[in-house]
């Protein structure tokens, strides 16, 4: 469903280690997921996607896998770093509009 | 423009005021989205523009929001009687979706609304 108000939840990690980040998505029509990160006071922005064909797809530092069977969706960041730190969202999305997952805060200690 | 822009960047208001919030879309792009964000929360969904069917505003908290789409391009976001609980930064985003599905979606950086 869509993300109404809800407080989010902290993934605390220490710099270097790999962060790993999840979201359930909602609809087993979608066939298009995308992570954001959105740091204080800015607008989300794109991280990476990924279209139910696949099952992992790569970028910088980053990783996304899809798990179509249980509709899980994970965003990994290797060696995390302090600018790392920001909230994180999902979004799922077929012919409609995308959905955002609720957040999650990501918390980077030195 | 380069991006989404979005006016003004805050607005104080006193309480029962009307307010607009007003979106620039990238050139181009079909798809509009509203949400809402409260402090230290999530994205609330508000209002979602498609080319020229019928938004769907199935995430509209009240009858004193409301949202257009003139021309396919400009959005104005207005807010009647406005309340305390309305203060939040009002997000704004443009895609294109192609023929097989969605694109990503591009977000201005908000508008933080203050009602006093």
């Known amino acids: 469903g869509e993300s109404v108000g809800l407080h989010l939840p902290t993934l605390s990690v220490q710099e270097g280690d790999n962060s790993i980040i999840n979201c359930a998505y909602s609809?087993?029509?979608?066939?298009?997921f995308i992570w954001y990160k959105q740091e204080s006071g800015k607008g989300p922005q794109f991280i990476i996607d990924i279209r139910s064909n696949m099952d992992k797809r790569q970028g910088q530092r980053v990783t996304v896998l899809l798990n179509k069977t249980v509709k899980h969706l994970s965003l990994q960041i290797a060696a995390t770093q302090p600018g790392d730190s920001a909230v994180y969202f999902c979004a799922e999305g077929g012919y409609n509009k995308l959905i955002f997952g609720a957040g999650t805060r990501l918390a980077v200690h030195p | 423009g380069a991006g989404v822009s979005q006016s003004p960047s805050n607005k104080v208001t006193e309480k029962g005021k009307d307010v607009e919030l007003r979106c620039d879309p990238i050139s181009g792009h079909t798809a509009l989205y509203w949400y809402r964000q409260s402090l230290g929360q999530g994205l609330e969904f508000l209002i979602y523009?498609?080319?020229?069917?019928?938004?769907?505003k199935s995430g509209l908290p009240s009858d004193r929001f409301s949202a257009e789409r003139t021309g396919g391009s400009v959005s104005t976001l207005t807010i009647q009687r406005t309340q305390q609980e309305d203060s939040a930064v009002y997000l704004c985003?443009?895609?294109?979706?192609?023929?097989?599905?969605?694109?990503?979606?591009?977000f201005g950086q908000g508008t933080r609304l203050t009602v006093v």
């Open positions: 985003a443009s895609s294109s979706p192609i023929a097989w599905g969605n694109t990503e979606a591009f």
């Open positions: 609809n087993s029509a979608s066939d298009y």
């Open positions: 523009f498609q080319g020229n069917s019928a938004p769907d």
